[in-house]
């Protein structure tokens, strides 16, 4: 860990108040000086951000090293695009465009911000806990050889209160504390207000308790300095503030000192008359705003002591709108100054108009010095870090050999097959699952690659010679990192993991296992790990009504609509395993290409006949998102479109109709997602003059345009009754709407209609009009 830097108080106060007002400055710029071309409320959040500017200069120009990682509160997002400004790493232009278009974006963003942003906020809760499992990946990295001792740092979340009432940060920690993850400062802005109103009272302390039980100091900073020493004289009037609810703490702060005197003569009476007497109104007030979190000794002192790596959870006490008009008004959330008010706020801090931009306005001739000098060593990284994509070779990956196999067994057997040809890539892959490692087809990969324990645990039951087919046994060359049952985890590893090469220069291949009807589970972390541009592969399985037995409570319905709606998430369903390696084989290459994207494999237990392939001329449809399986005739009337476990009705069907239907073809889908983005990037190639027709027209169009498609699928028959659409083609859409339930293949199939009768009856149905 870095050495503290020996810093002077005076400057940080300073930049606390450079802060402040660039942040209220920025805002306020884009809303009442910028032209507004469209009407639109553009907001911000001033009192968000007077909230912690002191908090954020401690940190960025005292505490903070080289290595460390943030992740910013996200209502603060123009702090830290203040304090890049300040560094000389953000331009005046993109402040002065914040909320525009290609300007400052309002909650930080790793993909679209120009300063570096080390996680992108803005779902609050999901900043926080990526930062736990960010610090995991580091010690998984040190462990493997990957990071050296001296570029690791610590992970710090910048929180606002209201965000602890977010169960994912219980499920990180909870996490956490199996794991022993160290190198974390959580430290709370709190404010004790939420968007709404002043937050409750009764979870005050218990937050504390929870954060203790997982292994967290918590240090508590309440009181400033000077506050401190007044309530520290006064034991009546320090029982009286501490006694006071948060609604009536905000309220006070709002209204001021003429208030506090008037409460307090109520309240404490002549124990507090010596008190009042010594100052005037305008000292009570300040005196009642030195709170810790807004104390520049207080807070560089605490972050000086906690130079361990013990997880510490930090609640800093501040007022939401510290310093501006609206400071503590249960309203202020969205709240802005008005241009009166604003100018009463740049008059009180010295900015001369005109010199609103000016970086270090308002500081006097004595005190430029010291905060050049601060500014200068401050060590944080000023520009965008490489994202060390490309390094790594992914070898051709084979499909496992046998003539009956599922998708899901595919799965296993490849990656078992990988760990045994060893490399690179293999070296490089990390699984995670949240409790359905051997139930997802991970055990013989853990087997050969064990778990990862920063310290061993042993394999009780092997060591005990008790058989079993899977190895148990942890240590810190393990290559599977098992979670707990919550899948928001599951996505925040595999988010923290898929950023491994920008993190920490050494990109990892991350693999997630779990249940596809569980995805919901963790959905908005889910996209929170595609929203910032994460890496990796998500393999769930089982997945559809086929799960069979297992009833309607795992049986998925609607992940490929999901998928369909998802940026950074490529969906592939196979129906054979060789489509599945060559899936494997092109995810791993997109997540280590600067283009690529993570990739979502919905998997499933049925085992079926594989079919045979007399070339490789199916592997670039697949890729693509579809190939005809059996060709059509020319211009045929009707397909059969169908994707992933139920590919055997289709077959049977086919070959069922096609002395009926002449030319009827077979079209496999692997991708509705891929063929519907193609479709329509097609269509503004087209806009844009270039002709070229996109995969899923180029495969439609074989059959006439007036041909019938028949689509199947094991899920919401939307993911491809679309695709009528294309070219106009009619459509009989087959796929499951309802729950599922218990029952054999069979007679589920029947009940939900995706078996071969019912192939046969829509191809009726859609051929009626032509036969008639
Ligand atoms: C998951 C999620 N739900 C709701 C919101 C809308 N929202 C934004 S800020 C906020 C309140 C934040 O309060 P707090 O965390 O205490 O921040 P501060 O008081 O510092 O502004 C809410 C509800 C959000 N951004 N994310
Ligand atoms: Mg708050």
């Not at 929203?531 to 490929?560: C, K, M, W």
Request: proline share 4%; net charge negative; with cysteine.
């Amino acid at each position: 860990m870095l050495k503290p830097l020996t810093t002077d108080i005076d400057a940080l106060k300073t930049l606390d108040e450079r802060l402040r007002w660039l942040s209220a400055w920025t805002i306020h710029h884009a809303n009442h000086i910028r032209e507004n071309s469209d009407g639109l409320k553009v907001g911000g959040h001033q009192a968000s951000c007077a909230s912690m500017t002191a908090i954020m200069a401690a940190l960025y120009f005292h505490a903070l090293g080289a290595n460390d990682r943030v992740a910013v509160k996200p209502h603060a997002g123009p702090v830290l695009h203040a304090i890049h400004y300040l560094l000389g790493s953000q331009s005046r232009e993109a402040l002065e465009n914040f909320r525009g278009f290609g300007g400052a974006q309002s909650y930080p963003s790793r993909t679209k911000d120009r300063i570096p942003v080390d996680f992108s906020t803005g779902s609050v809760g999901l900043g926080v806990a990526i930062t736990l499992f960010a610090s995991l990946i580091q010690d998984y990295l040190t462990a493997h050889g990957w990071l050296e001792e001296a570029d690791r740092g610590r992970f710090i979340a910048l929180i606002g209160d209201a965000e602890l009432d977010e169960g994912n940060i219980y499920e990180a920690i909870i996490e956490g504390a199996k794991h022993d993850v160290r190198n974390l400062w959580w430290i709370v802005d709190y404010n004790r207000q939420s968007l709404d109103a002043t937050s409750a009272d009764r979870m005050f302390e218990r937050f504390d308790e929870i954060f203790r039980s997982c292994g967290w100091r918590v240090v508590e900073l309440r009181y400033g300095k000077r506050l401190q020493r007044a309530l520290d004289g006064n034991k009546a009037l320090k029982n009286w503030f501490e006694t006071l609810s948060n609604a009536e703490l905000s309220a006070l702060h709002y209204q001021g000192g003429a208030a506090w005197r008037a409460r307090i003569e109520t309240d404490v009476g002549k124990q507090a008359t010596a008190f009042l007497k010594e100052q005037d109104d305008a000292a009570l007030a300040s005196l009642f705003t030195d709170l810790g979190g807004h104390c520049m000794e207080t807070l560089v002192e605490a972050l000086d002591a906690a130079q361990d790596d013990v997880p510490t959870l930090f609640i800093a006490w501040t007022i939401k709108g510290f310093g501006l008009p609206f400071a503590g008004h249960k309203d202020n959330h969205a709240g802005l100054m008005n241009p009166t008010q604003m100018a009463a706020l740049r008059e009180s801090m010295g900015v001369r108009q005109g010199q609103e931009w000016d970086p270090l306005e308002a500081i006097g001739d004595n005190a430029r010095p010291g905060v050049e000098a601060l500014l200068e060593r401050s060590r944080i990284a000023r520009e965008k870090r490489s994202r060390a994509f490309g390094k790594v070779g992914v070898p051709a990956i084979p499909a496992p050999a046998g003539e009956e196999q599922s998708t899901q067994a595919a799965f296993g057997r490849i990656l078992l097959d990988l760990s045994k040809a060893g490399g690179d890539l293999a070296d490089r892959i990390v699984t995670t699952s949240p409790d359905v490692t051997v139930s997802t087809n991970l055990g013989a990969w853990v087997n050969q690659r064990g778990l990862f324990r920063r310290s061993a645990v042993p394999d009780v039951f092997a060591q005990a010679k008790i058989a079993s087919a899977q190895k148990w046994g942890a240590n810190n060359n393990g290559q599977h990192i098992e979670l707990g049952i919550a899948e928001s985890n599951l996505f925040l590893m595999l988010a923290a993991a898929g950023l491994s090469g920008d993190l920490f220069g050494e990109r990892l291949f991350p693999i997630g296992t779990l249940y596809d009807p569980f995805i919901a589970r963790g959905l908005d972390a889910l996209n929170y790990a595609c929203y910032q541009d994460a890496r990796f592969l998500l393999v769930a399985t089982p997945s559809g009504i086929t799960l069979g037995p297992e009833g309607g409570a795992h049986q998925s319905i609607n992940p490929p609509l999901i998928a369909l709606g998802q940026p950074g998430l490529r969906h592939y369903e196979p129906a054979f395993a060789d489509e599945l390696a060559a899936m494997m084989e092109h995810a791993f290459r997109l997540i280590d290409d600067p283009a690529g994207e993570s990739t979502y494999l919905r998997l499933s237990t049925r085992s079926i006949r594989q079919v045979e392939r007399s070339d490789d001329s199916w592997r670039e449809g697949a890729l693509n998102g579809g190939y005809w399986l059996r060709e059509p005739g020319p211009n045929a009337e009707a397909a059969i479109v169908a994707m992933g476990a139920v590919m055997p009705e289709a077959l049977a069907a086919w070959e069922e109709l096609r002395e009926d239907v002449p030319g009827l073809g077979l079209l496999a889908i692997t991708s509705p997602d891929l063929l519907h983005r193609g479709w329509t990037a097609a269509q503004a190639g087209r806009w844009g003059g270039e002709r070229k027709p996109s995969h899923v027209e180029q495969l439609l169009s074989r059959l006439s345009p007036r041909a019938g498609l028949v689509t199947i699928a094991d899920s919401a028959p939307a993911a491809l009754s679309w695709l009528g659409g294309v070219l106009g083609q009619r459509v009989a859409p087959l796929g499951v709407e309802k729950f599922g339930q218990t029952g054999n293949l069979a007679d589920l199939y029947a009940a939900y209609r995706i078996d071969g009768d019912a192939i046969t009856e829509a191809a009726a149905e859609i051929l009626l009009p032509f036969n008639a």
